[in-house]
Antibody
Framework: EVQLVESGGGLVKPGGSLRLSCAAS????????MNWVRQAPGKGLEWVSS????????YYADSVKGRFTISRDNAKNSLYLQMNSLRAEDTAVYYC???????????????WGQGTLVTVSS | EIVMTQSPATLSVSPGERATLSCRAS??????LAWYQQKPGQVPRLLIY???NRATGISARFSGSVSGTEFTLTISSLQSEDFAVYYC???????????FGQGTKLEIK
C-alpha cells in the first residue's frame, strides 16, 4: 500500500524554525517528484514546494521562497521541509503529496499524506 | 501566475439531484486540470485528472469536462457521501507553479 506519513509539526513562536518530515512507503520513492502543500485553518489548498526525483530541480511558492527549504533522502525514503523565519500566516496543516506518475514533472497529486499541523504563535 | 476561480463558493443541492461545479483558469492550461474532494478532517482525494479522466475507484457519477478555460465537475444523483468541499488544481506550468481554486462547498439542501 502506498503511504505517506508526515511528522514534525507543532507550536512555534514567530521567527522560529521547524523541520517537517514525510516518510514514504509502498512505492519506489526515488522515482517520483514530491511536493508540500499547505492548508490554513478553514482555508483552501496552497502549493508550497516541489522537488524532483533526484533533487536536481527544486521550486518554491513566492510566499515561502528564501525561508523554506525542501530536501529528500532517497536512501531513507523521506521528504523534508525546513521552515525558518516562521510567521503567523504560515500556520497550516502541511501535506506531503506525490505526483501521480513516476519520472513525471508537473502532474496532479496522488496520494497525499494525512498532514501535520504547524501553529505559529507567541 | 495562473489564477483558478471556482464558482459558486457554496452550492446547495438535494440528495438525488445533479450538482455542477465550475472552475475557470485565467489563461490556457490545456487539459492539465485535476479535481479533488475533501471532507471535514480528511485528506484531499483525487477525483479527476486530465480534465475528464476519473481516478481509480471513483464512481461514474463523477465526470469532468472542459471548454476552453472553463472546467466543469458534474456529480449526478448526489449521495450523502458526496457533500464535501471540491477543489480544482491546474498543473500546466513549467517550471512547476501549481495553483488551486478556492474551493466549492457542496452542502445538503
Amino acid at each position: 500500500e502506498v503511504q505517506l506519513v508526515e511528522s514534525g509539526g507543532g507550536l512555534v513562536k514567530p521567527g522560529g524554525s521547524l523541520r517537517l518530515s514525510c516518510a514514504a512507503s509502498g512505492f519506489t520513492f526515488s522515482s517520483y517528484t514530491m511536493n508540500w502543500v499547505r492548508q490554513a485553518p478553514g482555508k483552501g489548498l496552497e502549493w508550497v514546494s516541489s522537488i524532483s526525483a533526484l533533487s536536481s530541480s527544486i521550486y518554491y511558492a513566492d510566499s515561502v521562497k528564501g525561508r523554506f527549504t525542501i530536501s529528500r533522502d532517497n536512501a531513507k525514503n523521506s521528504l523534508y521541509l525546513q521552515m525558518n523565519s516562521l510567521r503567523a500566516e504560515d500556520t497550516a496543516v502541511y501535506y506531503c503529496a506525490r505526483v501521480a506518475i513516476a519520472a513525471a514533472g508537473t502532474l496532479w497529486f496522488d496520494p497525499w499524506g494525512q498532514g501535520t499541523l504547524v501553529t505559529v504563535s507567541s | 501566475e495562473i489564477v483558478m476561480t471556482q464558482s459558486p463558493a457554496t452550492l446547495s443541492v438535494s440528495p438525488g439531484e445533479r450538482a455542477t461545479l465550475s472552475c475557470r483558469a485565467s489563461q490556457s492550461v490545456s487539459t492539465n486540470l485535476a479535481w479533488y474532494q475533501q471532507k471535514p478532517g480528511q485528506v484531499p482525494r483525487l477525483l479527476i485528472y486530465g480534465a475528464s479522466n476519473r481516478a481509480t475507484g471513483i464512481s461514474a457519477r463523477f465526470s469532468g469536462s472542459v471548454s476552453g478555460t472553463e472546467f466543469t465537475l458534474t456529480i449526478s444523483s448526489l449521495q450523502s457521501e458526496d457533500f464535501a468541499v471540491y477543489y480544482c488544481q491546474q498543473y500546466n506550468n513549467w517550471p512547476p507553479w501549481y495553483s488551486f481554486g478556492q474551493g466549492t462547498k457542496l452542502e445538503i439542501k
